[in-house]
């Protein structure tokens, strides 16, 4: 297997000799970019998704560190190398926690440097064969993942009905401690969408899905403790013990999952994220929420518009009332309408009421019950989206009941259908309303704090209460351009502004619009307009098409 490579070295004179010099091929690599700062890396690796960076691990305008952490957020499921001088080395140590592979002590032969490149690949052979399952394995290792496995799955059944020893028991034997305050866990569920292939989620056997569960297993396992377990529904669920301030690395760890899928299995994978909890038996209903937020982005698969890596979705962000899915308001008719509310079409709703109804008559099911429970999926469905209390007009549980027993079981039925169906576009209506506020507050961010060097996706993302990637793709989609593209647009527009209209000294202008390190707000510039910051202002504008 041959991986992709990416070189970066600010010296020029030293990224041609390793790149005319070292047998890449030979070592089981493709160069396929270079680049000269950290910034340029950056891009190019967005772009082109290396399989392994190998870059110097001091550059102008980012340090190595600042790098790695960097490539983190963007493409986590990338492998670095440093080449890095003795005075580096234990600088270079630090960062372990990013992926890295190596650290490769110059100054270094061609020969040297193919000798360890050689090394690397045989590194990521191993751990792209323990990932996809080929690894090799023992009877105790796989008495221990079965045993994990029959436990998470009796908490996903059963354990909002366990006591707090039986639970103790089952977090044993996954290997969880679950007893830590400074934790809290999720439920993930992962589903697979299209293929090169042309496979379609749900369309995997049971041997698959159990493979793709040790996939996820593996790459969780890294940093987390964790536990997967293909269920029978076609999903994989996964339980995570995050630290509170490690939201971002689990963020990273699933967006890794992701593009491995996409690079080595060639599939587009989702994954629905549950909101954070602090107790096993609340793992039953964090697995109901995941499956909501992933059966939202199943619905989505084959949209144009999405990352072709797949896509990962907070429950959070499908509903904002945490209580909405309480089990202790709806039975399993409530529950299936109200996530096809959420999720379903008009089709599959009108579908699933009539099996409903005609099912209670043919069993003659209490019809006062069942359509209290299927007014309350309707009322918890339309109050997920909103803060706000759902028009009084779409439920009235009693006027069902005394339709039914007036005019019979059709006039009941099509009441039901109708609110159903008023009940999705209301959803939807109010789908769009919380999107579009989100969107404007995110532009009302931009134009009015662009001079703010703390304002960054992840703080507005806080501010907003929703996830990154969820405030991020609304962003693109809506303004055709990402929020950092967005966000450096208006500060370079502003910069040039005072450029050209002021005699205020380069530094200021770079401080009154958001740059901390001038160097960098330079570099920034020039790439923006093709000029310096200061060749701009001596040619009044001139030079930048002016």
Known sequence: ??????????????????????????????????????????????????????????????????????????????????????????????????????????????????????????????????????????????????????????????????????????????????????????????????????????????????????????????????????????????????????????????RETLELFAKYLKYKAYCGISAPFTSLKHVRRGYKEARVALDSLLGNDGNEESDTTGEMLYANDVEKTKNSRDDDFADRFGAKLEQLLKTGTEEQICEYLAFVLAKAEEKRIDMGGLTANLVMAVYRAAKSVTDQAPPADLFSAGAFAEEFRVYGADRMKNGISEVCLKAKKYLEEQRKTSASQLIDKAKEAINSRFFDAELTLSSLSDELCCSVPYLSSLVSKSCGASFVSLLTEKRMEKAKELLLGSNMKISEICERCGYLDQHYFSYGFKKYYGVSPAKMRAAGGEDAGE
């Open 1 to 254: 297997m041959s991986y992709t490579l990416l070189l970066v070295d600010d010296e020029e004179e030293i990224r041609t000799s390793i790149a005319e010099l070292v047998d890449f091929k030979a070592a089981g690599f493709e160069l396929v970019g270079q680049a000269s700062n950290g910034f340029e890396a950056l891009e190019l690796t967005e772009r082109l998704s290396p399989d392994l960076i190998l870059s110097d691990i001091k550059m102008p305008y980012m340090t190595g560190l600042e790098f790695a952490a960097a490539v983190r957020d963007v493409r986590p499921s990338a492998t670095i190398a440093f080449l890095t001088g003795y005075d580096d080395f234990e600088y270079a140590r630090r960062a372990l926690e990013y992926n890295v592979a190596g650290y490769l002590l110059k100054p270094i032969t061609p020969e040297d440097l193919t000798a360890e490149l050689v090394k690397i690949k045989a590194r990521m052979d191993r751990n792209f064969a323990e990932w996809t399952g080929h690894g090799e394995t023992d009877d105790r290792k796989e008495r221990t993942r079965l045993a994990g496995e029959l436990a998470f799955m009796k908490l996903v059944f059963d354990g909002a009905d366990a006591d707090a020893g039986t639970r103790e028991k089952l977090a044993e034997d996954m290997g969880l401690c679950c007893d830590d305050p400074s934790c809290e866990m999720y439920v993930m569920a992962t589903g697979i969408g299209k293929s090169t292939g042309g496979n379609k989620a749900g369309n995997q056997g049971e041997e698959d899905n159990d493979r793709i569960a040790r996939l996820i297993d593996g790459v969780m396992k890294k940093s987390f403790q964790a536990q997967s377990i293909a269920l029978a529904d076609g999903a994989i669920a996964t339980l995570v013990l995050v630290k509170k301030e490690e939201k971002n690395e689990y963020a990273a760890a699933v």
